[in-house]
């Protein structure tokens, strides 16, 4: 593990490095719900995986500089940049799904692909984000699986907000979207595969088809019997879909 400072801000980022180059970016529920699944990828594809803990997450510090997903965003570009790494898959779940869109917006040369995996941040008319800012872990996790049986024990009582979710709020704002985000995703010009939990109680598959429709030329797959964290309840079946997205 190892951290970078990049400006004014820092990152700490586990680096399981091999050949090619994956970015995983995790969403509210913290670092805890990719690093398997980095593991995995690593493993099978024997490709480098970068995780990041996003600043904020875990107790880690957070510069005054990251105001919002955009500025997160750019500090990742800059990661990219120091580490001088190319044809880059960058992969998002939940909030970094987001990210990974904004990433992709900045049309960092180093970033030839993108994966979105149950993203948030826009804004569908007759499909809102569930609002979990005033949630309790418990609650929040049981939307988030299709078999509530496959979801990790939360720490502590799981009876208020998680610090990790209370992270997340600062970058997105309680109402997690960007009204303009949908707009803006038409920028994006890398290949795009939107992956999305048939029994997400976050954001519904029909939220995911507008993630999709959004950006030109994306593909989206629905995961059957899986939730907003595929690569928590279904690794393998998220693998496979990830790495027929054009690895």
Same mark, same amino acid.
């Given at each position: 593990?190892?951290?970078?400072?990049?400006?004014?801000?820092? &990152?700490?980022?586990?680096?399981?490095?091999?050949?090619?180059?994956?970015?995983?970016?995790? /969403?509210?529920?913290?670092?805890?719900?990719?690093?398997?699944?980095? +593991?995995?990828?690593?493993?099978?594809? $024997?490709?480098?995986?970068?995780?990041?803990?996003?600043?904020?997450?875990?107790?880690?510090?957070?510069?005054?500089?990251?105001?919002?997903?955009?500025?997160? =965003?750019?500090?990742? &570009?800059?990661?990219? +940049? $120091?580490?001088?790494?190319?044809?880059?898959?960058? =992969?998002?779940?939940?909030?970094? @799904?987001?990210?990974? =869109?904004?990433?992709?917006?900045?049309?960092?040369?180093?970033?030839?692909?993108? &994966?979105?995996?149950? /993203?948030?941040?826009?804004?569908?008319?007759?499909?809102?984000?569930?609002?979990?800012?005033?949630?309790?872990?418990?609650?929040?996790?049981?939307?988030?699986?299709?078999?509530?049986?496959?979801?990790?024990?939360?720490?502590?009582? @799981?009876?208020?907000?998680?610090?990790?979710? $209370?992270?997340?709020?600062?970058?997105?704002?309680?109402?997690?979207?960007?009204?303009?985000?949908?707009?803006?995703?038409?920028?994006? +010009?890398?290949?795009?595969?939107?992956?999305?939990?048939?029994?997400?109680?976050?954001?519904?598959?029909?939220?995911?088809? =507008?993630?999709?429709?959004?950006?030109? @030329?994306?593909?989206?797959?629905?995961?059957?019997?899986?939730?907003?964290?595929?690569?928590?309840?279904?690794?393998?079946?998220?693998?496979?879909?990830?790495?027929?997205?054009?690895?």
């Amino acid at each position: 593990m190892t951290t970078h400072t990049l400006g004014t801000a820092e &990152v700490t980022v586990q680096d399981r490095n091999h050949t090619s180059t994956f970015l995983l970016l995790h /969403g509210g529920g913290g670092v805890a719900t990719m690093a398997a699944f980095a +593991d995995l990828l690593a493993e099978r594809t $024997r490709s480098r995986v970068l995780l990041p803990t996003h600043p904020g997450f875990a107790g880690t510090p957070k510069a005054e500089s990251l105001t919002g997903v955009a500025a997160l =965003a750019r500090l990742y &570009v800059d990661l990219l +940049d $120091r580490l001088d790494l190319t044809c880059v898959t960058v =992969a998002g779940n939940s909030f970094g @799904g987001w990210l990974a =869109a904004e990433i992709a917006l900045l049309k960092s040369p180093r970033v030839s692909r993108v &994966v979105i995996i149950d /993203g948030i941040g826009i804004e569908v008319d007759g499909h809102p984000l569930t609002d979990i800012s005033g949630m309790s872990l418990t609650e929040i996790r049981a939307l988030s699986f299709h078999d509530p049986g496959r979801a990790p024990a939360p720490a502590g009582d @799981g009876s208020g907000p998680s610090p990790d979710v $209370r992270a997340l709020i600062g970058y997105t704002g309680p109402a997690m979207t960007d009204p303009a985000l949908a707009g803006r995703l038409g920028g994006i +010009d890398v290949p795009v595969h939107v992956l999305w939990g048939e029994s997400d109680g976050i954001a519904g598959p029909e939220y995911g088809k =507008a993630y999709a429709a959004a950006i030109p @030329g994306s593909t989206f797959t629905l995961l059957p019997r899986t939730g907003h964290l595929p690569q928590v309840e279904t690794p393998e079946e998220l693998l496979d879909a990830l790495l027929d997205a054009g690895h």
